[in-house]
């Protein structure tokens, strides 16, 4: 017999398994069940800070009578290819890897092509970036082996839990080397600085099984026949080469950065294509210090970490959210071409540098987008496409008002006070901040609904509105502002036979965790395609 046990502690007492084991005892006798013959797995711990006072809450699984399952047994079996089916990946990140391993369940060949570099090669180009304001168009925080997360810090936290096995995604990250936190932290991460390392071991036994890796390859076209998408054609950005790859089907997992793709879509397909909800805004960054002192009522010495935050308003109708909180992190760079400024946020796996931070950014619906803009991707051929070009002008004047790469900012109190900083604190962006009133040139309703969502923020947070507090522009990528429609069974796209859109490029997913179980769900049904014929 397996229970599921929970407990509540003291910080303190974290350490003190005799203790967890009593209280485990007690909860058993409660419910009336043996305390003869069991056995303890930890699961699950999450941090409660609500009412001033601090606890932890613990979840254990018992197993009464008989032995814990092993992790080893609940991985999935991987095969060699056997050369009867392949299936083209266009894209590098969680979707086209999860994609990739649950093709070789099945022994069917992938074949993946990644616009980016390889993890080592990606990171020189990304310190370009912060050293001299270079961006690789192709390699950079967006575009490369792992996709955005790799480099932007691998948060594994998700609530999509009907989309799939959270927990099977998880083992097999902590397969692939990734730490056995991951399996109990209830928001797990694995750390800018370790998961490049376990995309590697997930890309050595895709190349040990058969899969085949082709970096610096940029899809740039279709080839369709009989109506049907049977491969691409790609253009190897290093040395020029163009080429053609055919495959049973193609798995479109570019990301949501990917906006060409996009624009092909649109130029092949315009009717895969819908306009969805998305959302842009700004990264805040505060002194780490003072997050924690917020968040733990100024108890910071309980050996807790670095203190997370989330956040959310209803203004005008509209939401104002935080999104991808980094505690004890840094703003990173994360444009994906020279004409644009765009800001992330990562934290490393021990989430210790002075700074925490997280986008607060104004849910965007497609009736909020400018006319100018609809009527541009009216002319183009495809309305759909109109918060793209959207999304595109605000990264455009975040360049105008920064200085190469170095980004916009503002002082959150002179932002509310719609003036100019005189200066700026320091921040955790490398490649510089200049000051900037964003009120001048981020849409107006943009900004004020940030103004009054900050205001509302400060009502639950007291302090969150401070002298130390920084607004660095722009936050834009937070998800895509298209869809590409696709057969909720099939996984098909609806408008090009043999395409299979997924992950955060496809509209349909956001995060490592959704977009690597989203990667799963489209590759699982290709397969039962092979199966049926």
């Known amino acids: 017999m397996i229970e599921k046990i929970s407990i509540t502690i003291k910080p303190e007492d974290e350490k003190n398994l005799s203790l967890h084991k009593s209280l485990v005892i007690k909860e058993l006798k409660k419910n009336n069940l ?21 606890k932890l809450h613990l979840s254990y699984k018992v197993y009464i009578g008989e032995s814990p399952e092993e992790t080893a047994k609940s991985l999935p079996v991987w095969k060699k290819a056997d050369g009867k089916h392949s299936v083209i990946i266009v894209g590098a990140g969680p979707a086209g890897l999860f994609g ?60 999509s839990n009907k989309r799939g096995d959270i927990g099977a995604i998880l083992r097999i990250l902590n397969y692939f080397g990734a730490d056995n936190k991951i399996l109990t932290d209830a928001h797990p991460h694995i750390g800018t600085d370790r998961l490049p390392q376990v995309i590697n071991e997930i890309r050595k036994k895709i190349i040990e099984l058969g899969g085949e890796f082709y970096f610096d390859t940029k899809v740039t076209n279709f080839l369709i026949e009989n109506d049907r998408v049977v491969g691409v054609e790609a253009l190897e950005t290093i040395d020029s080469e163009r080429k053609t790859f055919y495959a049973d089907a193609v798995l479109l997992a570019t990301g949501h950065s990917a906006t060409d793709i996009y624009q092909l879509v649109a130029k092949t397909a315009p009717s895969a294509l819908e306009a969805k909800t998305f959302a842009m805004g700004v990264r805040v960054e505060h002194p780490r210090a003072l997050i924690d002192s917020i968040q733990y009522h100024g108890k910071t010495d309980k050996g807790l970490g670095a203190a997370e935050y989330r956040v959310t308003a209803q203004v005008e109708g ?5 999104f991808c909180m980094c505690p004890g992190g840094f703003v990173v760079p994360s444009s ?33 987008i400018p006319d100018e803009f609809k009527k541009q991707a009216e002319r183009s051929g495809c309305p759909e496409v109109a918060g793209l070009l959207f999304r595109t002008e605000i990264e455009r004047k975040a360049k105008e008002n920064g200085c190469g790469q170095a980004a916009p900012a503002q002082r959150i109190k002179d932002f509310i006070d719609d003036k100019k900083s005189e200066d700026l604190p320091k921040t955790s962006y490398t490649p510089g901040v200049v000051s900037s009133n964003l009120n001048s040139w981020l849409p107006k309703y943009m900004t004020e609904r940030l103004r009054l969502g900050f205001k ?20 834009t990528r937070t998800s895509t502002p298209v869809r590409i429609k696709r057969d909720k069974k099939t996984f098909e796209c609806t408008s090009l036979k043999g395409l299979y859109p997924a992950g955060e490029g496809s509209g349909y997913s956001g ?23």
């Open 34 to 54: 043996s305390t003869d013959d069991f056995s303890l797995v930890f699961v699950k711990k999450s941090i409660d800070a609500r009412h001033g006072q601090l």
């Open 100 to 159: 990739a391993l649950k093709l070789l369940e099945n022994g069917v060949k992938p074949v993946i092509l990644e616009r980016g570099s390889e993890t080592f090669k990606r990171k020189i180009d990304i310190a370009k970036i912060s050293t001299k304001g270079y961006v690789n168009e192709n390699s950079n925080y967006c575009f490369g082996e792992g996709g955005a997360g790799t480099f932007s810090d691998g948060k594994l936290y998700t609530r």
């Open 318 to 322: 509209r939401g104002v959210y935080s």
């Open 336 to 368: 994906s071409g020279p004409d644009e400024i765009v800001v992330n946020g990562m934290s490393a796996a021990s989430r210790n540098s002075k700074w925490s931070n997280a986008a607060i950014v104004v849910e965007i619906r497609p009736e909020d």
């Open 456 to 475: 509302e923020i400060n009502k639950n947070m007291h302090g969150f509105i401070c002298d130390d507090a920084v607004l660095i522009a722009a936050e």
């Open 511 to 533: 995060g490592i965790v959704s977009s690597a179980m989203d990667g799963e769900n489209a590759c699982a049904a290709i397969c039962s395609t092979f199966q049926r014929s």
